[in-house]
């Protein structure tokens, strides 16, 4: 009965929580960036069919400049490296390295991807590599870095070196979350010391560098504590380890600057009335999370690499970064197949194409190039797939929808090209919006 009384007052307080609702004037000024390319998103459809992923080639190379300018007038010495796991499209790899970014790879399939690309720099992160992996990773040692899990790793990849008669190149990943899930990633910081003692002996290892990883950061502030812990450490370890430190890793995670976009059942609330009231679900929202500009990142993170870090130890700084990336950089195009009723309409593309169910929870406009309008009306947009879980979305911005419409899902370039599965329908093909598109 007690626990019943905990639970009654989390759930009263959850509910009595109000997610903030998303600035609608700044959410149809977004719908209009895109309504001012309408053409060139039509031509496109025109030419290529539909559904279509569409890389958006000038947002692609606008992020990788405004990322590049503020981390390198913060960190002169950084490094960056682009985490291919957010996109893996062999073309936005491609262009970044032509930005001159390095690439971040976590699997012999990614590595793979990566070393297509001549001469880009690439570190290798992730647990559990394999030793054909790792073996891969050796047979590249003169561009490939890895990024060492544990202790167990650290053996194998000796393993693997000495086998090829190679010296590979290595940092170690130091946990920032000692507990529940996120301790599966590196070792604990109290055994740096240790890993680095043991790594002696591994004659085929030249270990160099740190890395850390924390995900889905609104703001710079859990970085930047774990970059404040780093500087502890560095000041505890002995100088010749110092000095045997030539790189910090600190890992991607910057949320894009639009913030977090959600759903009613995206929010703690939302979640808790669909279980109570499902009857009344869906009728809310958008609902919205501010994030941090790119600026602002850099400038604190600088700040704490200054103080932290490099007042302790002469080394680069690299950072993995992805979403931030190619959030903006791909967008999907959808043709409306059939309209079921004043408030239904099913599209030739489904959410087969991003891989999960994201738009229960995620908010997207779903824009009709075809009527546009700055005004969003509410309607289900649901896609082909056999199952209701289908949804592109509550409403659409125009003035009406209709079979043979063109839709665009904009900013659908993180975690979602990725995860696309060949699941009843099969996966859309990609175009290139640029000056001069082509397909690829
Ligand atoms: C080790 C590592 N680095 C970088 C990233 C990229 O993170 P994000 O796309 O949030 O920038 C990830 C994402 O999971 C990661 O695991």
């Given at each position: 009965m007690d626990n019943l009384d905990f639970l009654m007052n989390r759930a009263g307080e959850i509910l009595r929580r109000q997610t903030p609702l998303l600035d609608r004037e700044k959410l149809a000024a977004y719908v209009q960036s895109f309504l001012s390319r309408r053409d060139a998103f039509l031509a496109i459809t025109r030419r290529h069919g539909s559904p279509l992923y569409i890389l958006d080639e000038p947002a692609l190379f606008d992020r990788a400049y405004r990322f590049s300018e503020a981390f390198q007038r913060e960190i002169p010495r950084i490094n960056l490296f682009y985490a291919l796991k957010s996109n893996h499209h062999p073309a936005i790899a491609s262009r970044l390295a032509g930005c001159g970014m390095g690439l971040d790879v976590s699997s012999g399939l990614e590595l793979q991807t990566a070393l297509a690309i001549p001469d880009v720099p690439i570190i290798f992160s992730g647990p559990g590599k394999t030793l054909p992996e790792l073996a891969l990773a050796v047979a590249h040692a003169d561009r490939v870095t890895v990024l060492i899990d544990s202790f167990g790793e650290l053996a194998r990849l000796e393993q693997a070196a000495s086998a090829a008669g190679a010296t590979m190149s290595a940092g170690v990943r130091l946990t920032n979350?000692?507990?529940?899930?996120?301790?599966?990633?590196?070792?604990?910081?109290?055994?740096l010391e240790r890993f680095m003692t043991d790594a002696d002996s591994c004659a085929h290892v030249m270990l160099c560098g740190l890395q850390f990883h924390s995900s889905w950061n609104m703001d710079p502030e859990r970085q930047v504590a774990f970059i404040s812990r780093l500087g502890e450490l560095m000041g505890q370890l002995p100088a010749h380890r110092r000095t045997q430190i030539t790189f910090i890793d600190i890992g991607g995670g910057y949320w894009p600057e639009a913030g977090e976009w959600l759903q009613e059942a995206g929010t703690p609330e939302g979640r808790l009335r669909q279980c109570l009231q499902p009857e009344t679900f869906g009728t809310s929202g958008p609902y919205g999370y501010p994030s941090t500009p790119i600026d602002l990142f850099a400038e604190r993170l600088g700040r704490a690499v200054k103080a932290e870090l490099h007042s302790r130890i002469d080394c680069r700084i690299f950072a993995e970064p992805g979403r931030w990336l190619c959030h903006d950089a791909m967008h999907i195009l959808l043709t409306v197949?059939?309209?079921?009723?004043?408030d239904l309409v099913i599209t030739d593309g489904a959410t087969n194409a991003i891989g999960w169910e994201r738009f229960e929870t995620d908010y997207f406009p779903v824009i009709n190039l075809s009527r546009p309008d700055r005004q969003e009306r509410p309607g289900l947009v649901l896609g082909s797939l056999c199952t209701p879980h289908d949804v592109w979305g509550y409403g659409y911005y125009g003035t009406d929808i209709q079979p043979g419409d063109i839709l665009l899902m904009p900013s659908q370039g993180a975690y979602t090209y990725s995860l696309r599965q060949n699941f009843i329908k099969p996966v859309p093909e990609t175009a290139v919006l640029s000056a001069a598109p082509d397909q690829i």
């Open positions: 979350d000692e507990r529940g899930l996120w301790r599966k990633f590196g070792i604990p910081p109290a055994d197949i059939d309209k079921k009723g004043d």
